[in-house]
């Protein structure tokens, strides 16, 4: 059984650029969630993926976006980098709909805007 | 807007002992809670959970205890080693219907000395 990865692993971006994130759910599982870690927080939840389509969406503005493939994989796109977009992104896969709490989450990509 | 707090940023205890963390939440149409462990450069990994019709729930070493009315959870680690280091994080669910975000605590990082 292979588990929730992410790529890439650290990434460095100028402030107004653009960015894309990675991430492939772990074997049978269908819906993906995006969080953000600040430094010293807890995650945030961004948005959840289910079967393609956005199912649920955090305290995040619309330059915060992804994608679901059929494959289940997914993407966090963020347009217009600002500092305080400096975070550990992490991504949870789960089975079904709301219906298994249970997030199993990939270690992450490090985000530094300078 | 805190609806989980964790209000103790660290905690140590010796090898052997019992290790008390502890949770408040806010939002009483919480559905369900979980415990996460992280380790460093790794994904938080799911540890124990707690539905609100329960207020126990025992795993190995690992109990999680709820008490509703004074919307509190604590996560009971009996005896300790120094393998559960970790920082932890407790998380709770809105109802089934919100799309399984999880909205986590700041988090307690425990130290568990030899």
């Known amino acids: 059984e292979t588990g929730v990865t992410q790529s890439p692993t650290h990434l460095i971006k100028t402030r107004g650029q653009q960015v894309t994130l990675r991430c492939s759910s772990q074997?049978?599982?269908?819906?993906v969630s995006w969080y953000q870690q600040a430094l010293g927080q807890g995650p945030q939840f961004i948005f959840q993926?289910?079967?393609?389509?956005?199912?649920g969406r955090g305290n995040f503005p619309p330059r915060f976006s992804g994608l679901q493939f059929p494959n289940y994989s997914s993407e966090l796109n963020v347009n217009a980098l600002e500092l305080d977009d400096s975070a550990l992104y992490l991504c949870?896969?789960?089975?079904?709909?709301?219906?298994?709490?249970?997030?199993?989450f990939g270690p992450g990509t490090r985000l530094t805007v300078t | 807007d805190q609806q989980v707090k964790q209000n103790s940023p660290s905690l140590s205890v010796q090898e052997g002992r019992i290790s008390i963390l502890n949770c408040d939440y806010t939002n009483s149409m919480f559905d369900y809670f979980l415990w996460y462990k992280k380790y460093p450069a790794e994904g938080p990994t799911f540890l124990i959970s707690i539905s609100s019709i329960k207020d126990k729930n025992e795993d190995g070493r690992f109990t999680v205890f709820l008490n509703k009315s004074a919307k509190h959870l604590s996560l009971h680690i009996v005896p300790s080693q120094p393998g559960d280091s970790a920082v932890y994080f407790c998380a709770a669910s809105p109802e089934r219907n919100q799309g399984g975000k999880l909205i986590f605590g700041q988090g307690t990082e425990l130290s568990v000395k030899p």
């Open positions: 993926y289910y079967r393609e389509e956005e199912n």
């Open positions: 074997s049978g599982h269908n819906t």
């Open positions: 949870a896969s789960s089975l079904g709909q709301g219906y298994s709490y249970e997030q199993y």
